[in-house]
């Protein structure tokens, strides 16, 4: 990826922050899947949650988790680690895929 742009996007999910790299080449965005997790659920183990459900929607025979791509971005720590991320596309199916009070709102966002 050239021209990458990390950002940090807090309005969808009540504050939490998502994590997001602009492909500037393919014009797409990718998130991070554990802060998206982590935004939906009360987990507070938002990676493990994460690695279940990827073992749940490959037994299910989901396409999703073949989508998942890792981009580096930056920890809390501010050290840069590889990240599972997903392009919006992924995200909003993602989304549909965990259970959250928080969906009825989010479902309501066009792309």
């Known amino acids: 990826m050239k021209d990458n742009k990390l950002e940090t996007i807090s309005n969808l999910f009540e504050g939490k922050e998502i994590r997001s790299i602009w492909d500037s ?36 025979g989901s396409q999703l988790s073949e989508k998942v791509g890792q981009l580096k971005m930056k920890s809390r720590d501010g050290k840069f680690y590889n990240t599972d991320t997903l392009d919006t596309k992924g995200i909003l199916r993602l989304i549909e895929s965990v259970p959250s009070p928080k969906l009825v709102n989010i479902r309501n966002i066009k792309v």
């Open 25 to 60: 080449e393919k014009e797409e965005y990718y998130f991070s899947v554990v802060d998206v997790i982590g935004a939906l659920t009360k987990s507070g183990r938002a990676r493990k949650y994460w690695n279940d459900l990827k073992v749940k929607l490959n037994q299910e």
